[in-house]
């Protein structure tokens, strides 16, 4: 993406998030495996961040059936001129999508109302072009609700899309709604609408998983791409948090554990100092152990995860080990996660960056003086990869 998408959050909501400090996790004993808790990293920004006491008051569980109502909208000042066919089928493939990212431990279950709801005001009255606010976003979405009511039992569902008619191009962009637990909000058939995802026209640029992107924002993740400077200095395209258009978007492993799709016995914890072999199976597959966690700090770790793009991602530029640091104090937009690349003098093949290249092979080894850790890449294939985690 080119202009970062817009977070819109509620100032009260803030002080409602309360974070879980987590206690210092000592050395396992000798023959034992460290459990994967000693690795959890506790949030510390108050909003969508990298920790794992993420706050289920604010934020809607990633796993079981989440029953989504799409609404389509227009304007007086941009009425519809086609069907709501395309509308849908451009976003249905996202479902699907985030179905086999969670390894079937999430369902949307995505309803469209295929209507047109007329909305009361201007498309150009609602703020958009002028830098939303969580105020003009929550009217706009109360105007599509209060539209919408008659035709809809807003009870049944679990969050909202509001998709807008192309000829509305005064709504550009793709904002998520998380209501503020302390406001009046937004109420419909005696049930509060607590999350939702506004479409906009870059819906029609980024394709399908601007839908799984700001869906995960309902669950709690943060953003991957910067919000100042280079915007894809940090991940890249490895997780769909970051470039959503990238060559490998997936979940990180990481983000995979924190919305409760990675179990706790898929992931190989080393809490402290010592070392430990760990075999991978690739995060884009089911099943087997998914991320290396080497903790460095109260609210850091390095993970070590394997990747093998397949399907409709196959277009990777690079496979392999891939190598991250998490830090759950760094707020959204600012790099929680950042990618340790092990080839920064690669030239990258036509259509690739740099960052598609940073994927450690067998034979290479990650350092980080600072703090004693080491990762070597001992093995690789089809099927997955060996790692070797130390630190002093």
């Known amino acids: 993406m080119t202009t970062p998408l817009h977070r819109l959050r509620p100032i009260a909501a803030t002080a409602a998030l309360i ?5 210092p996790t000592a050395a396992a004993a000798p023959g034992s495996a460290p459990a ?14 990298e ?8 934020f809607q569980p990633a796993t079981g059936t989440r029953r989504v109502l799409t609404l389509y909208v227009d304007f007086p000042d941009a009425p519809a001129t086609d069907s ?36 009361p005001a201007d498309s150009t009255s609602y703020g958009f072009a002028r830098g939303l606010t969580f105020e003009a976003h929550e009217k706009y979405l ?18 909202v899309y509001v998709v807008p008619a192309r000829t509305a191009t005064a709504i550009p962009f793709s904002p998520t709604y998380l209501y503020d637990p302390a406001g009046a909000g937004i109420t419909a058939d005696g049930t509060r609408i607590k999350w939702a995802v506004t479409f906009g026209q870059d819906m029609w640029r980024w394709g399908h998983k601007v839908a799984a992107h700001e869906t995960a924002h309902t669950f709690g993740l943060p953003d991957l791409y910067s919000f100042t400077g280079a915007t894809h200095q940090y991940v890249g395209g490895w997780d769909v948090m970051g470039d959503i258009a990238g060559h490998a978007p997936q979940y990180l492993g990481w983000h995979s554990w924190k919305l409760g799709w990675t179990r706790d016995d898929q992931v190989a914890c080393l809490p402290a100092s010592g070392r430990r072999t760990v075999r991978l199976t690739p995060v884009e597959r089911t099943g087997g152990t998914k991320i290396a966690v080497l903790r460095t700090g109260e609210t850091t770790a390095y993970v070590a ?9 196959a277009a990777a530029c690079s496979t392999g080990v891939l190598i991250y640091k998490v830090d759950s104090a760094v707020r959204t937009g600012e790099g929680p996660v950042r990618i340790m690349n092990a080839n920064p003098t690669t030239a990258p093949p036509t259509g690739c960056t740099p960052l598609d290249m940073a994927a ?33």
């Open 19 to 23: 974070s879980c400090l987590s206690a």
């Open 36 to 49: 994967a808790a000693g690795c959890a990293l506790p949030g510390r920004t108050g909003w969508t961040d």
């Open 51 to 58: 920790g794992h006491d993420t706050d289920r008051t604010q």
């Open 84 to 119: 709501t066919a395309p509308y849908a089928a451009q976003l249905a493939p996202a479902a699907d999508w985030m179905g086999r990212a969670s390894y079937g431990r999430l369902r949307v279950d995505n309803i469209p109302l295929h209507r047109w709801i007329r909305m």
């Open 142 to 159: 109360r105007d599509a609700i209060t539209a919408a009511d008659p035709y809809a039992d807003f009870s049944r569902y679990d969050m």
């Open 305 to 313: 995860e394997s990747r093998r793009a397949q399907g409709n991602d």
């Open 360 to 392: 450690y092979a067998p034979g290479q080894t990650f350092t980080d003086p600072a703090t004693g850790v080491r990762i070597d890449v001992l093995a690789g294939g089809r099927t997955g990869d060996t790692v070797r985690l130390s630190k002093e």
